[in-house]
């Protein structure tokens, strides 16, 4: 695709072109011998993936009826930039079941990717499952119980992740730039030094990472009983991410290479328990009357058991100390660290009488200290309040205080019908999860105000739950760009996502329209919400990145919330859609 535009009297033409390739070919083959049913099927499965952009770009355009880059004077820049990525895997399954009480399943893959160097991008990634329908067994039909599925499931696989690599991580690449202010050339035929291009240092090459091997292992059970009206799915598994990318060794100063630029190694293990829990029951009455009620719940846990973190660096985002990621061994993911700071000074005497037995200098000088600030605790005693080094063995007054990971996700269907009319909805929500305000736009982050902004500290509203209005940078950040305990939302909800009324004609009241079948329909979604969320919050979309609004993954890692221009009321909220229809058929 070619563009061009002309904007602010310059001149700008380039291309863009992304192609994307995915041939998947495959073949299967089933056979009865009695009572014994097999299956086998093999396959083959590519993704390529091709982008290339380019510009040239001059300003000084000399008229706005020609645009053309002869008829400018300026300054002429121009760029390319290209990408590409590939996978190619070849896949085989085996299935086999004896009159449907024994199951069993052998799969495998053996993939490759262009994200790792020759002699390691290929990996096999083996699998099987294994199930018994105890309730179509001979003896177990002589019970005569109301259940109509008893099956046990387990199973074990291992799968292959190669998105922690980058595109290029084992090549070394050095970024060129021109006209360098730090790149100077000596004066040769020339009076003057010219600017020169600047080759810059590259990462160090990652030429020995290759797939991160994710093993799955499930146990379940599928309960179906009462002419199978009711119905129960449970299953328990844990997920082990092994080889994970992780930092190599760190390496000294003097090599000229930051920390964010040493290589990557397999050498981090990640850990995910969890449960997942479903009960429905459908029933229709004599009367014609039908219902039905069900709910799904699951949760989980992810622990870091491996991480290269000699340091035992925390978790530092918005806590006074830089930004990292801070993973380390034992680490749930999701935790937030922060400071315990629960109410605001009241009147400065409080003020003074404080700072006489807690130093607070780490987040401001003791003069600037006013009522309607944020009041620190001193956790750990020692008669100051700060971040300490950062570390587990030294985190000073950083403590847990919350984890944004969602707890107990639910859902709930509920539907009813009468003689063509039915009813149905779905709810959904997460019944835990915490979400910290710091630096967001709700505690005067950004240029956006809502009417909650109102409810803030003064002489006339001792009890207002913002900290008090300043010009000064310094008290913002004291108070709003700090993980606290005040600060920490209940990010639980509920939410109606579907709601649909319907009626269906009966087939002898279309007749002399024409029509075999009529269905009229209402249908609306997201219709409420139950939160305890400010209203500039969406529940569902706290964690999603508009990079239109300044928002970057790099300043709000998915580890914990959102934080920076993220989750902040700048992300579009779910929308209410409110729909009427008819469906028929001639």
């Not at 893959?109 to 294994?130: C, I, Q, V």
């Not at 998105?163 to 021109?178: M, P, V």
């Not at 910290?436 to 207002?464: I, Q, R, V």
């Amino acid at each position: 695709m070619n563009w061009k535009n002309s904007n602010w009297g310059s001149y700008t033409r380039g291309n863009t072109f992304n192609y994307y390739l995915s041939p998947n070919v495959s073949s299967s083959y089933t056979h009865a011998w009695g009572d014994h049913f097999f299956k086998a099927m093999a396959g083959f499965q590519m993704e390529l993936q091709e982008n290339s952009n380019g510009y040239t770009y001059k300003d000084g355009l000399l008229t706005s009826d020609i645009f053309s880059f002869v008829n400018a004077n300026g300054q002429v820049l121009a760029g390319e930039d290209r990408t590409h990525w590939a996978t190619m895997g070849m896949y085989a399954k085996l299935n086999w079941n004896y009159k449907e009480i024994y199951f069993l399943e052998f799969s495998g893959r053996y993939d490759g990717s262009s994200r790792f160097a020759p002699g390691n991008r290929w990996g096999l990634f083996p699998s099987f499952s294994a199930g018994y329908d105890i309730s179509r067994t001979d003896y177990f039909k002589a019970l005569n119980l109301p259940v109509s599925q008893l099956k046990v499931r387990v199973s074990y696989g291992r799968l292959g992740n190669q998105n922690g690599a980058g595109l290029y991580d084992y090549l070394g690449i050095q970024s060129l730039t021109s006209d360098s202010p730090n790149a100077w050339l000596l004066p040769g035929v020339q009076a003057t030094p010219q600017k020169g291009t600047l080759a810059t240092t590259p990462k160090m090459i990652s030429s020995y990472i290759t797939w991160e091997k994710v093993d799955n292992a499930n146990l379940g059970i599928d309960l179906m009983l009462l002419d199978n009206r009711l119905s129960i799915t449970a299953d328990i598994y844990q997920r082990t991410t092994r080889d994970m990318i992780g930092p190599a060794e760190a390496i000294p100063n003097l090599g000229g290479i930051s920390t964010d630029d040493r290589a990557k190694v397999n050498n981090a293990t990640l850990r995910n328990r969890g449960w997942e829990l479903s009960v429905n029951w459908q029933d229709q009455l004599k009367c014609g009357f039908s219902y039905g009620i069900g709910f799904n719940v699951f949760n989980y846990k992810a622990v870091v058991t491996k991480y290269n973190n000699p340091e035992g660096l925390i978790y530092n985002n918005h806590t006074g100390l830089a930004t990292n990621k801070g993973y380390y061994e034992g680490m749930d993911v999701g935790e937030i660290w922060g400071y315990e700071a629960n109410d605001l000074f009241l009147s400065n005497r409080e003020v003074d009488a404080y700072l006489r037995q807690v130093d607070l200098s780490f987040f401001k000088s003791g003069d600037k200290w006013q009522r309607g600030d944020l009041k620190y605790i001193d956790s750990d005693g020692d008669g100051k309040v700060d971040p300490g080094k950062g570390t587990l063995a030294d985190h000073g007054d950083l403590k847990i205080i919350g984890n944004a990971t969602p707890k107990y996700s639910f859902g709930i269907n509920l539907n009813v019908g009468y003689k063509g009319f039915e009813i149905s909805t779905l709810l959904q929500g997460v019944a835990k999860r915490d979400f910290p305000m710091a630096a967001s736009t709700y505690l005067f982050g950004g240029k956006e105000w809502f009417k909650e902004h109102l409810d803030y500290f003064s002489p006339e509203n001792p009890n207002g739950y913002l900290p008090r209005l300043t010009t000064d940078a310094q008290t913002t950040n004291a108070n709003t760009g700090y993980n606290t305990t005040r600060y920490m939302l209940n990010a639980a909800y509920m939410r109606m996502k579907n709601l649909t009324v319907s009626y269906t004609f009966k087939p002898q009241l279309l007749k002399n329209i024409g029509l075999s079948n009529l269905k009229v329909y209402f249908t609306c979604d997201n219709l409420f919400t139950i939160s305890k969320l400010p209203n500039q919050f969406d529940p569902e979309t706290l964690n999603q990145v508009n990079a239109w609004a300044g928002g970057s993954n790099a300043a709000a890692p998915g580890l914990t919330s959102a934080q920076n221009q993220n989750g902040n009321g700048k992300v579009y909220p779910m929308n209410r859609n409110f729909v009427f229809g008819l469906d028929f058929t001639f």
